[in-house]
């Protein structure tokens, strides 16, 4: 934390607005860094829908949420943003020279501009209906991965049947002291193909899976040493472990935004049609986050709202130099920002 991170702008939000911003920012010469509570890029077309069709992005007939994260994730290469994954911002303050923000990691950024496009609010996970969850979180029971390095040789519990929980269960493997994956039911809801990987570490002896429900934590000072679960026949056992990583989805929060000081109407954050800027200067709102007459929530009005906020944030990064239109088509200075000349 004691590194602080300068930069031309901030993107609170890697969903589709927040990836689409960088390629704006990028033609106008500003650098991004883009950082997001989720461990991956794509926003809500990437946790709630990446096998759903979308048919109204423009030019693409029809486009999943997960491809069209990946064709704007290889869109934005040439800007060479920096991506934050698995952090959320908490804190946003005014400095002499711009803004300070802070995540929840620690990780500390100073910028001229800020761009929210934090859509419906960060991806919170759900809490287990555990008593007295909460005295372990952040020592032994964790909601996401930051860093695998954290539970080297450490006894892991791994909790859900979905992808996330199937994906860790993999890569901690490797990792892990031992690995015991829990879920209350055979059947999964993660890719078939995770699942077969899966089934032949259970079958090889690297990792144990027990058919249950965690329905009691044990341990002591914030240190877990042991869960009940209880199997579907009701009967119980004691699994001990030093760390629990409970996977039971996402649900979308307001969260941190509420706290800086932005004007707010019913949770969105009112912005001006011709620069999408917030009531402080050099913070803009785009996407899904944002409010104003006529507004729809739609990728594509983002992607718009996107180039109009760029045209002023190069005013605050270069207020000596002049903007001048140019087509990506026939700019041959666009084109070797692209990298295509
Ligand atoms: P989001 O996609 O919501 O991304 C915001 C990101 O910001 C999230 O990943 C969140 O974790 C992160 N974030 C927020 N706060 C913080 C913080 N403090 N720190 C770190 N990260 C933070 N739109 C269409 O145009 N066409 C469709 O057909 C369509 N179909 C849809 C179907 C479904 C089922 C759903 C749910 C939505 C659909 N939408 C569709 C809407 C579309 O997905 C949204 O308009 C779009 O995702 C908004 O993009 P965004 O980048 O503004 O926000």
Same mark, same amino acid.
């Given at each position: 934390?004691?590194?602080?991170?300068?930069?031309?702008?901030v993107i609170?939000?890697?969903?589709?607005?927040?990836?689409?911003a960088?390629f704006e920012l990028?033609?106008?010469?500003? *650098?991004?860094h883009?950082? @997001?509570i989720l461990d991956?890029?794509?926003? %809500?077309c990437?946790?709630?829908? =990446?096998? *759903?069709?979308i048919y109204?992005?423009?030019?693409?007939?029809i486009?999943t949420?997960?491809?069209l994260?990946d &064709?704007?994730?290889?869109q934005i290469? =040439?800007?060479?943003?920096e991506f934050h994954f698995? #952090? &959320?911002?908490?804190?946003?303050e005014?400095? @002499? #020279?711009g803004y300070?923000?802070?995540?929840d990691?620690g990780t500390?950024?100073?910028c /001229?501009v800020?761009?929210i496009?934090a +859509?419906?609010?960060?991806?919170?996970p759900?809490r287990?209906?555990?008593?007295?969850?909460e005295?372990?979180?952040?020592?032994?029971?964790?909601?996401s991965? &930051?860093?695998?390095?954290?539970?080297r040789?450490?006894?892991?519990l791994?909790?859900?049947?979905g @992808?996330?929980?199937?994906?860790?269960?993999?890569?901690l493997?490797p990792?892990?002291k !031992?690995?015991?994956?829990v879920?209350?039911r055979?059947?999964?809801?993660?890719a078939p193909?995770?699942v077969? /990987?899966?089934l #032949?570490?259970? @079958?090889?002896?690297?990792i144990?899976f027990k058919?249950? %429900?965690?329905t009691?934590?044990?341990?002591?000072?914030?240190q877990?040493t042991?869960?009940?679960? *209880? &199997?579907?026949?009701g009967?119980?056992f004691? %699994?001990?472990?030093?760390v629990m990583l409970?996977?039971f989805?996402l649900?979308?929060?307001? +969260?941190p935004?509420a706290?800086w000081?932005?004007?707010?109407?019913?949770?969105?954050?009112?912005?001006d049609?011709?620069k999408?800027?917030?009531? #402080?200067? +050099?913070?803009f709102a785009?996407?899904d986050?944002n409010?104003?007459?006529?507004?729809?929530k739609?990728i594509l !009005?983002?992607?718009?709202e996107?180039?109009?906020?760029?045209?002023?944030?190069?005013?605050?990064?270069?207020?000596?130099?002049?903007?001048?239109?140019?087509y990506?088509?026939?700019?041959?200075n666009?084109?070797?920002k692209?990298?295509v000349k």
């Amino acid at each position: 934390s004691e590194d602080v991170i300068k930069t031309d702008a901030v993107i609170i939000g890697a969903g589709p607005v927040g990836l689409f911003a960088v390629f704006e920012l990028g033609l106008v010469d500003v *650098k991004a860094h883009v950082i @997001d509570i989720l461990d991956r890029p794509g926003g %809500q077309c990437a946790e709630l829908y =990446p096998e *759903k069709p979308i048919y109204d992005v423009p030019a693409l007939a029809i486009v999943t949420g997960q491809e069209l994260t990946d &064709r704007l994730m290889e869109q934005i290469k =040439p800007f060479g943003a920096e991506f934050h994954f698995s #952090e &959320r911002v908490e804190t946003l303050e005014k400095t @002499d #020279e711009g803004y300070r923000l802070v995540t929840d990691a620690g990780t500390t950024f100073e910028c /001229k501009v800020v761009v929210i496009a934090a +859509g419906g609010g960060s991806f919170t996970p759900k809490r287990p209906p555990l008593p007295g969850i909460e005295q372990y979180e952040g020592t032994s029971v964790f909601y996401s991965v &930051r860093k695998m390095d954290a539970f080297r040789d450490k006894d892991v519990l791994i909790v859900g049947g979905g @992808d996330s929980a199937l994906d860790w269960t993999l890569n901690l493997q490797p990792v892990a002291k !031992s690995l015991t994956l829990v879920h209350r039911r055979q059947e999964f809801r993660a890719a078939p193909a995770s699942v077969q /990987k899966m089934l #032949e570490l259970v @079958d090889s002896g690297n990792i144990s899976f027990k058919l249950g %429900q965690v329905t009691e934590l044990h341990g002591d000072n914030a240190q877990l040493t042991g869960v009940t679960v *209880k &199997r579907p026949d009701g009967s119980t056992f004691e %699994q001990p472990t030093e760390v629990m990583l409970p996977f039971f989805g996402l649900t979308m929060k307001l +969260g941190p935004v509420a706290n800086w000081g932005l004007n707010l109407e019913e949770n969105l954050v009112p912005v001006d049609t011709e620069k999408f800027e917030t009531s #402080e200067k +050099g913070i803009f709102a785009i996407g899904d986050i944002n409010a104003y007459p006529g507004k729809l929530k739609l990728i594509l !009005s983002g992607f718009h709202e996107a180039a109009l906020m760029a045209q002023q944030a190069h005013k605050y990064v270069h207020p000596d130099k002049k903007l001048i239109f140019q087509y990506t088509t026939s700019s041959s200075n666009l084109q070797k920002k692209l990298g295509v000349k």
